[in-house]
């Protein structure tokens, strides 16, 4: 089997070897005269049989012009969904309600799951109670400082009075003691009417806690979807025990959907959010949308940046999961297109084409590789025209003399 791809390297060498260099002779040999190679095209560029050069080489070119060149963004990519989240329980107890099948579309704050209360509503009447008991004591105790205040201020009159009648001589120092002690008392006693009516409010906070908990918890037995999606997922089982944390069922948003791939370092600066950006999956299916996110941070292993672009989906017919082609609008930039065989290198190793210059000469211009095509490859740097060597560029090096016959992008010549 290598013996014949080695017979047939050298038999397809020699076919193209006799269709360059012996044209002539073999046109002859078949009975038909050479194409006049004058007559094929007018470019100045082109020698004439007038004034061939005896030592210039057969060679097949085309004229080639720049194109505006569609540099779209080129991305290998899946679709993802724009919002998946598992939904778990929040307390334990038993499922109550008849489960839901996968596949099935469910609103935002549809529910899911329902366990059963079991003890809870007999904590959230005691919580209520232990509230409204509390709420009782306020009233007491505000009636409590009433009354202390008021006494306070019967010993603050009657200090004075005996404090005023004790400087005059009409009172004795035991009558003064006597009030001031009255004073000190009353003081105490409104200071305990405070503490109390203080106490009874933060009885009341306390049981309005323990009745905002019990009301929580009892709101945690109805599992409801977070937002409107697909249950990718059956929810949980009737009669089925839930704890914390136990999946109940899993949802995800489709619509839109995102399409996800990674970007290089060389080309991530030509991704902008709001681009315009189409992609191709798998079955030849074909959408649109536009960018929504580009990553500022690379990805360690990869170095590449993660992109997103989000993509209308109201049938539901993007999956997540499916691999995507994803080509981000650029600014277009001018390109040739070329058949592939016309790429060669030089002696130092740099990727370009030969072409054929102004005085018949052979000449070598590097290219960079745009994109590759089923009709060709995109290259730039060309300039603006150019008759680029399709057939025989092998065979010749910068500064050779050539004689050109012009053919088509196939290297097919001209009739």
């Given at each position: 089997m290598r013996l014949f791809s080695i017979l047939a390297a050298i038999a397809v060498s020699l076919m193209i070897y006799a269709f360059v260099f012996e044209r002539p002779r073999l046109m002859a040999a078949l009975g038909t005269d050479a194409p006049d190679t004058t007559d094929v095209a007018q470019e100045p560029a082109e020698p004439t049989e007038s004034s061939p050069d005896p030592g210039a080489i057969g060679v097949v070119a085309v004229h080639s012009r720049a194109q505006e060149f569609d540099s779209a963004v080129v991305l290998r990519g899946q679709t993802q969904a724009n919002r998946q989240v598992e939904v778990r329980a929040e307390t334990s107890g038993k499922v109550i309600s008849d489960p839901l099948r996968k596949g099935s579309f469910v609103d935002a704050q549809q529910t899911l799951c329902r366990l059963a209360p079991g003890t809870r509503d007999a904590a959230l009447a005691e919580?209520?109670?232990?509230?409204?008991?509390?709420?009782?004591?306020?009233?007491?105790?505000?009636?409590?400082?009433?009354?202390?205040?008021?006494?306070?201020?019967?010993?603050?009159?009657?200090?004075?009075?005996?404090?005023?009648?004790?400087?005059?001589?009409?009172?004795?120092?035991?009558?003064?003691?006597?009030?001031?002690?009255?004073?000190?008392?009353?003081?105490?006693?409104?200071?305990?009417?405070?503490?109390?009516?203080?106490?009874?409010?933060?009885?009341?906070?306390?049981?309005?806690?323990?009745?905002?908990?019990?009301?929580?918890?009892?709101?945690?037995?109805?599992?409801?979807?977070?937002?409107?999606?697909?249950?990718?997922?059956?929810?949980?089982?009737?009669?089925?025990?839930?704890?914390?944390?136990?999946?109940c069922a899993t949802v995800i948003q489709l619509d839109p959907i995102k399409l996800v791939g990674f970007v290089s370092e060389a080309d991530v600066a030509r991704v902008t959010l709001g681009a315009d950006?189409?992609?191709?999956?798998?079955?030849?299916?074909?959408?649109?949308?536009?960018?929504?996110?580009?990553?500022?941070?690379?990805?360690?292993?990869?170095?590449t940046f993660r992109v997103e672009v989000a993509v209308p989906n109201a049938d539901l017919a993007l999956r997540d999961g499916q691999t995507a082609e994803i080509m981000i609008a650029s600014e277009g930039t001018p390109a040739h297109l070329l058949p592939q065989s016309a790429l060669t290198l030089n002696d130092e190793g740099t990727l370009g084409v030969r072409i054929v210059t102004a005085e018949n000469t052979a000449g070598f211009i590097p290219v960079a590789l745009m994109r590759d095509t089923a009709d060709g490859v995109w290259v730039a740097g060309l300039p603006q025209a150019a008759d680029v060597i399709v057939i025989g560029q092998e065979y010749v090096v910068a500064g050779v003399p050539v004689r050109a016959s012009y053919g088509d992008s196939n290297g097919d010549l001209a009739q």
């Open positions: 919580a209520r109670a232990r509230r409204a008991e509390a709420e009782t004591r306020v009233p007491e105790a505000q009636a409590r400082l009433t009354e202390a205040e008021a006494r306070l201020a019967e010993a603050q009159l009657n200090n004075t009075a005996a404090s005023t009648l004790s400087q005059s001589g009409f009172a004795s120092d035991t009558r003064v003691a006597g009030a001031r002690a009255a004073l000190s008392a009353g003081e105490a006693v409104v200071q305990a009417a405070k503490s109390g009516l203080d106490a009874a409010r933060t009885g009341i906070e306390g049981a309005e806690a323990g009745v905002a908990a019990a009301e929580e918890e009892m709101t945690r037995l109805n599992i409801t979807a977070p937002f409107a999606g697909l249950l990718e997922s059956d929810t949980a089982e009737l009669g089925s025990l839930l704890q914390p944390g136990a999946l950006a189409r992609a191709r999956l798998v079955n030849r299916q074909e959408v649109t949308g536009a960018v929504t996110f580009v990553a500022r941070s690379a990805d360690p292993e990869t170095r």
